[in-house]
T-cell receptor, first 113, second 112 residues
């Protein structure tokens, strides 16, 4: 069964600290993995996208990694800011079935001053 | 310039009514989607259209009917609304199926 599991469910950190969010998936056949940021009351916004051959991708203070062998990904946030408070969603697409897309439940990040 | 716009932003209505949500994208994308996000914030795909043709139709009650008059629009019509339909509905688009998606800001549907 195609699944995407994220951990932790929620996380509280102090401003300026780093954090890492995890994503494990069982989607097959794998096409790509994306991380989205969703602010409260807004739609998700794409942060990174990685295909099978890519194992790291950066977007400013956000760095995503992908291990296609273990089917794991992580999103590392450096020097967190208050504006990083949001839900971070891991999304994996399969390369069949109309590129079926499976969403994780998200990690809710709270950055405190 | 809003890339993916949904209307209305909020929709409050009585159980049993019929309502529509509209979505338009000005990105020139070929693929559009409808998602439902429940109270636990879990996003689930409902439909996907590519070049006005249905390519993904998840297990959704047939009270939900998408309509794509052209590539830039994908509207969602819901008949006989039920309490369980209360959620935030997101429209999204991508250049092609499986590509990075651009989301609208959602339509919050509340059923009384």
């Amino acid at each position: 069964k195609n699944q995407v599991e994220q951990s932790p469910q929620s996380l509280i950190i102090l401003e300026g600290k780093n954090c890492t969010l995890q994503c494990n998936y069982t989607v097959s056949p794998f096409s790509n993995l994306r991380w989205y940021k969703q602010d409260t009351g807004r739609g998700p916004v794409s942060l990174t996208i990685m295909t099978f051959s890519e194992n790291t991708k950066s977007n400013g203070r956000y760095t995503a990694t992908l291990d296609a062998d273990t089917k794991q990904s992580s999103l590392h946030i450096t020097a967190s800011q208050l504006s990083d408070s949001a839900s971070y969603i891991c999304v994996v697409s399969a390369s069949t079935g109309g590129f079926k897309t499976i969403f994780g439940a998200g990690t809710r990040l709270f950055v405190k001053a | 310039d809003t890339a993916v716009s949904q209307t209305p932003k909020y929709l409050v209505t009585q159980m049993g009514n019929d309502k529509s949500i509209k979505c338009e994208q000005n990105l020139g994308h070929d693929t559009m989607y409808w998602y439902k996000q429940d109270s636990k914030k879990f996003l689930k795909i409902m439909f996907s259209y590519n070049n006005k043709e249905l390519i993904i139709n998840e297990t959704v009650p047939n009270r939900f009917s998408p309509k794509s008059p052209d590539k830039a629009h994908l509207n969602l019509h819901i008949n006989s609304l039920e309490l369980g339909d209360s959620a935030v509905y997101f429209c999204a688009s991508s250049h092609q199926p499986g590509g990075p998606q651009h989301f609208g800001d959602g339509t919050r549907l509340s059923i009384l």
